[in-house]
């Protein structure tokens, strides 16, 4: 897709997630804006990205603006400072009153459904599109939910199965599963709740090689915004054992760059299995990285927005921004593999 260099505001620029993402801003000939709070990590930030501008500033400041200086000249703000339940209405806000687009990549259920229903009307009044969770969280699963479901109007119910063959979780999504214990919720009879018991282990036949594995139910921004624009009653979540017991066990060491891409070796595959009737429909996407693969995610997203390739504006989520099909097959296969059996 054809854009021209745009300026770009990285907010958290220099954790692990933005990283990547400051680096797709640079291959695809983009100027990266790096802000965050530490002025030490920025400067470091900034001599791997060839001297890329920084501006220092704390997204707990009282003064508004503050922020609203630290994202002046910038096209578009993408939000990678987590937890998202802290930074994502602050730095929102400040995109909305300059009147450029957001973008974040939280996984944070309860963060992303605070957008929508807290943001909806200011951002559909100031024309500004607002995307959340645009990342392997919330928007791959949301792209594969809408490119299985075709010309499907409903389907009786939907599965998002994720294969990992191992999690090694960095400092920032830690603080986050520890800042969101206790906020999780589930999508069925065509609402958001509460979970009402214990999480389902059950087995889950995944696309060959994998075949069947034992999955857990899990909450994930995906319930969020599947929920928003496909008529389904029961959206569920599962993930294979072997990440969540990484995850749990504070003795997991965070990943270690395998590739010159700073990839580490963790695979994935994201299916998502919609049923209507008797009959089955399934996309799939398989990858390296599901950090590393967030980049691409949302840095495409920026581009379609500023070139004014969206289907609305206000908030919204990636499937009701864009052709599903056509923005999964944008990324492969040099991000990842799209296939739709």
């Not at 640079?26 to 400067?43: I, S």
């Not at 900034?46 to 501006?55: F, I, K, M, V």
């Not at 990342?135 to 990992?164: S, V």
């Amino acid at each position: 897709m054809h854009t021209h260099q745009r300026t770009v505001a990285v907010v958290g620029a220099y954790g692990h997630t933005a990283a990547f993402v400051v680096g797709e801003l640079r291959r695809r000939g983009h100027t990266p804006l790096l802000v965050g709070r530490d002025a030490e990590r920025l400067r470091s930030a900034a001599r791997t990205h060839d001297g890329a501008e920084t501006r220092v500033v704390s997204l707990t400041d009282p003064d508004p603006s503050v922020l609203d200086r630290a994202l002046a000249g910038a096209e578009a703000v993408v939000n990678c400072a987590g937890p998202f339940a802290d930074t994502a209405l602050p730095v929102l806000d400040a995109a909305l009153r300059a009147r450029i687009p957001y973008l974040d990549v939280a996984a944070e259920q309860a963060t992303v459904l605070e957008t929508f229903e807290r943001r909806a009307g200011r951002a559909r009044d100031a024309g500004v599109v607002v995307a959340p969770a645009m990342a392997f969280y919330g928007g791959l699963g949301d792209l594969l939910a809408d490119a299985a479901m075709g010309d499907w109007p409903d389907a009786d119910d939907l599965t998002i199965a994720i294969a990992l063959d191992s999690w090694r979780p960095t400092e920032g999504t830690r603080r986050t599963v520890r800042r969101n214990a206790g906020r999780h919720l589930v999508f069925t009879g065509n609402r958001l709740t509460p979970p009402t018991g214990p999480a389902r282990t059950y087995t889950w036949r995944f696309p060959g090689p994998l075949g069947d594995q034992q999955v857990t139910e899990l909450s994930t921004a995906d319930q969020v915004t599947v929920s928003r624009h496909l008529r389904v009653p029961e959206i569920r979540v599962c993930m294979t054992l072997a990440p969540l017991r990484d995850l749990s066990d504070p003795a997991t060491p965070p990943p270690t760059p395998v590739d010159a891409d700073g990839r580490s070796s963790q695979t994935f595959l994201v299916e998502a299995v919609a049923h209507r009737g008797g009959t089955r429909r399934r996309a799939t996407a398989s990858g390296h990285d599901i950090y590393a693969v967030t980049a691409p995610i949302v840095i495409e997203a920026t581009e379609r927005i500023l070139d004014g390739h969206t289907r609305r504006t206000g908030v919204a989520t990636a499937a009701e921004l864009f052709d599903s099909r056509d923005f999964l097959r944008s990324l492969d296969p040099v991000h990842l593999t799209f296939a739709t059996p």
